[in-house]
C-alpha cells in the first residue's frame, strides 16, 4: 500500500503564489507518475498536472504558465508551484499515484483546501 500526504494548501489573495507538496510512503517502488488533481465545489474532479518518474510533465492548458509540477524521487515527493494564482483556481486539491502494476488503482491523498479570493 502507498499513502499520500500532503501539504501546503491554505488561502491566498489572487495574483498570490502557493506551493503544495506531497509525500508517497509504504511500497512505492511500483508508482510511475505523480501529480495533482483538484475539485472546485459543484465541478467535476479536474487533472491539474502530472509528471512521470522520467520527468515529463503534463499541464491543464488552464493553469499552463502558471503551474509548475515537479518531483524529487529520493523523496518520493511531487511539488505543485502555483503562481498568479486567480479565484477560479479554488478548489480542494488532490495528490495522486500511477502504479505501474496491473489492476492496481491509483493512490490519492486526502486533498488540501486552495481559497483564492479575489
Known amino acids: 500500500q502507498v499513502q499520500l500526504v500532503e501539504s501546503g494548501g491554505g488561502w491566498v489573495q489572487a495574483g498570490g503564489s502557493l506551493r503544495l507538496s506531497c509525500a508517497a510512503s509504504g511500497t512505492t517502488f511500483g508508482i510511475i507518475a505523480m501529480g495533482w488533481y483538484r475539485q472546485a465545489p459543484g465541478k467535476p474532479r479536474e487533472l491539474v498536472a502530472g509528471?512521470?518518474?522520467?520527468?515529463?510533465?503534463n499541464v491543464a492548458d488552464s493553469v499552463k504558465g502558471r503551474f509548475t509540477v515537479s518531483r524529487d524521487s529520493a523523496k518520493n515527493t511531487v511539488y505543485l508551484e502555483m503562481n498568479s494564482l486567480k479565484p477560479e483556481d479554488t478548489g480542494v486539491y488532490y495528490c495522486?499515484?500511477?502504479?505501474?502494476?496491473?489492476?492496481?488503482?491509483?493512490?490519492w491523498g486526502q486533498g488540501t483546501q486552495v481559497t483564492v479570493s479575489s
Open positions: 495522486y499515484a500511477t502504479d505501474y502494476r496491473p489492476r492496481t488503482p491509483d493512490y
Open positions: 509528471i512521470t518518474n522520467g520527468g515529463r510533465a
